[in-house]
């Protein structure tokens, strides 16, 4: 069930629900795959996850914390500070509705990105009447059972070329070859994309639209779980 389209009436009744916020990045995805990947990636899983529970699913918040594509093209983020407000404004609009549960779920996985909703998680779970709150990336749910061959996939790889083939068609243009950042260790780098050229994390060879279909099925599953162990 989407919130978008419930109205006023309708809503009432339904704040033992959890609610699913899916979130994403706009950032680049190598010169084959579009800018909205993660959060394209983060809605039909999202969507098909509601469908297949009770969950209400909040519109998605589109813009995330990017640091090592922030200089490539086509890469629009916000600040940590900026994520942990707006999620923790949106979570305490929903709490003071009445709504206890949550699942925020992301297509990036960005460590910043990740760290500002874990943070902003800790602070609404001590002040918020919230009874349950899970938080996890597209990344976190990667297990052997989903047969990955790359082994270091991460951006643009293996897994999100063949989601975006699989989704998206269309939106896939040609391929992009095997890259793997080469930051020097520790070190906090300006000119980033001097160590990162071609923006890819893995290998988006050895992508195809039906290991895509396979990433897809194996994911919801994974999220429907988490769904219902917010509800328990
Ligand atoms: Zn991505």
């Not at 994390?201 to 599953?221: C, D, T, Y």
Request: hydrophobic share 40%.
């Amino acid at each position: 069930m989407e919130l978008t389209a419930l109205n006023m009436t309708e809503i009432e009744g339904l704040k033992e629900r959890p609610v699913i916020i899916p979130l994403g990045s706009i950032e680049e995805h190598g010169p084959h795959l579009p800018l909205g990947t993660d959060i394209l990636t983060a809605i039909a899983l999202t969507k098909e996850v509601a469908k297949e529970t009770d969950a209400l699913l909040a519109p998605p918040i589109y813009y995330g914390v990017c640091r090592s594509t922030k200089e490539h093209p086509g890469t629009i983020g916000i600040s940590p500070r900026a994520l942990r407000l707006l999620i923790k404004d949106v979570v305490k609009s929903f709490v003071l509705q009445g709504f206890s549960r949550f699942l925020l779920f992301s297509g990036h996985a960005g460590s910043l990105h990740m760290a500002a909703l874990k943070e902003a998680g800790e602070e609404l779970i001590e002040t918020q009447k919230i009874k349950k709150m899970a938080i996890c990336s597209i990344l976190d749910l990667i297990d052997e059972e989903m047969g990955l061959v790359t082994q270091n996939d991460s951006h643009a790889g293996e897994l999100e070329t063949s989601l975006i083939a699989y989704l998206y068609p269309q939106m896939v243009k040609g391929s992009a070859k095997e890259e793997y950042p080469q930051f020097p260790p520790f070190m906090i780098v300006k000119n980033k994309r001097n160590f990162w050229p071609g923006g890819v994390w893995g290998n988006p060879q050895v992508a195809s639209k039906e290991k895509g279909g396979h990433f897809f099925r194996s994911l919801v599953r994974k999220l429907v779980k988490i769904v219902d162990s917010v509800k328990d």
